[in-house]
């Protein structure tokens, strides 16, 4: 027997064959944070982002108690409260810019403002930013009127109020590197908030490595069929990165990676992360950026080339979204909190809880990851080098077939090239980096190396 062909018995060994996934190793205080996830907090959270009357970009921003500068101002001061446990590492700001008349949906120019904490990492020498966001805007059915109320209770109450208990929960803890929390306006007019921070974040060279989006993250029963699905979230991630030079696409035609955008690795690092921390909630891939011909405040983000997904719920109740709070033919319009189903936005809060933590604690990712393609054989050899940063304990492999949405193998190994019994013509590979808690970086596609 050649020794490398021990060798890869002896990494066998080491296979994780969970459904899904690559991390073995169970880290307790994650646990813990998810068991701090409360549902009541989330309903109070809704209720008083309700409690503003309206949440209109363009509303009222004097009043103490309603419109949108009342709720900025309430989400900056709970933000202060949670940057107390933080030994001051949490600080919060009302990030305001000037947006000009659209013709559209900004009929003046006007003052918006996103609500922004920033919770700094341990190693400062560690640059990788993950930023959170919900939108903090209503509307009613007139995406113009910003007088009427426009309770948007789960359109956008639920993103904001999840990432609000996250930012609460995660003030508490000490990450390796910086996680931004953000309650964005003019999502409705055209999103606008999260296009200022995504160019902010590009034009200040911020090393986002994550961008994750909660918009409509509540309701578990859609209108119309009636269908209730309280097991199940979307997570939607772009196919071909919307930045992709000629060189790159060149790499994905040759290498067939057209479901291997980082956006993806992410949306599958979700799934696998959920599938680990989270009873009875299940990550379903949409394999599109959003929505059909919809867009979000990830998608900004992906426009200047960030990894950046959405969580959006399994059913969407159209009798909500986006309706004036009426009643016609008895039949009850408007986003109220009655229709919310908080167990199920739990969940959904446990999920992105489970992810953020994960990646805020994980090495660096691999750099130069490759796959050797002198020889032709029928074993795999991938290679890649040490990044600096945080220690690393290992890397794992990961393998699926062509035609899998998600990893089905893990191999752990704990130097820099694994020599794999696994044809790169029948499977595809990504690497990570993890620490001996499991913390896993986002997975890292070969490319070829002659
Ligand atoms: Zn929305």
């Known amino acids: 027997m050649k020794p490398t062909y021990i060798l890869n018995f002896l990494m066998l060994l080491f296979t994780v064959s969970t459904a899904v996934g690559q991390i073995s190793v169970d880290d307790p205080e994650i646990r813990k944070m998810i068991s ?34 009342a709720a900025q101002r309430w989400v900056k001061s709970e933000f202060d409260n949670y940057a107390l446990a933080s030994n001051g590492r949490m600080t919060s700001e009302i990030d305001f810019f000037t947006i000009k008349a659209d ?72 990450f390796t590197f910086t996680i931004v929390f953000v309650a964005v306006v003019g999502e409705e007019q055209g999103l606008y908030g999260a296009k200022y921070l995504a160019d902010k974040a590009k034009e200040q060279q911020w090393n986002v490595i994550a961008m994750i989006n909660n918009d409509m ?31 790159e696409a060149k790499i994905r035609k040759s290498t067939n990676r057209d479901n291997d955008s980082p956006s993806r690795q992410l949306a599958r690092y979700i799934k696998t992360v959920t599938n680990q921390y989270v009873e009875q909630l299940d990550i379903k891939l949409v394999y599109r950026n959003d929505r059909f011909l919809r867009g979000g405040d990830h998608t900004p983000f992906s426009q200047n080339g960030f990894t950046a997904i959405r969580f959006c719920e399994m059913n969407e109740n159209y009798d909500q ?88 193998k893990a191999i752990f190994v704990k130097n820099t090239k694994a020599e794999i019994p696994y044809s790169k013509d029948n499977y595809f590979f990504a690497v990570q980096s993890v620490d001996e808690l499991g913390h896993a970086s986002l997975p890292v596609f070969p490319i070829p190396i002659r």
């Open 217 to 247: 993250i509540g309701n578990s029963l859609s209108s119309g069929t009636q269908l209730r699905d309280n097991r199940q979230v979307r997570v939607f991630s772009e196919t071909i990165p919307y930045l992709e030079t000629e060189a």
């Open 36 to 69: 701090e996830v409360k549902s009541e907090n989330l309903e109070a959270t809704v209720k008083k982002l309700v409690s503003f009357g309206t949440r209109h970009t363009l509303s009222d921003t004097k009043s103490a108690t309603r419109g949108i500068g």
């Open 321 to 408: 979204q986006h309706q004036t709070v009426r009643k016609e033919k008895n039949i009850q319009y408007g986003d109220l909190p009655e229709f919310m189903d908080f167990e199920y936005m739990k969940k959904v809060t446990c999920s992105n809880l489970a992810t953020l933590s994960n990646l805020a604690w994980s090495p660096k990712a691999p750099k130069n990851v490759g796959i050797e393609v002198k020889d032709l054989t029928n074993f795999s050899t991938l290679v890649w080098d040490k990044p600096e940063g945080k220690p690393v304990y290992g890397y794992t492999v990961l393998i699926r077939e062509t035609s899998s949405p998600i990893w089905e």
């Open 103 to 174: 013709g559209k949906r900004i009929k003046n120019d006007s003052q918006l403002g996103n609500v922004m904490a920033t919770l700094k990492g341990t190693d400062v020498t560690d640059d990788r930013v993950i930023i959170i966001s919900g939108h903090l805007d209503s509307r009613a059915t007139d995406v113009l009127d910003a007088i009427i109320d426009a309770p948007g209770a789960n359109d956008d109450g639920s993103g904001v109020a999840a990432m609000m208990e996250l930012a609460r929960i995660m003030s508490k803890r000490e």
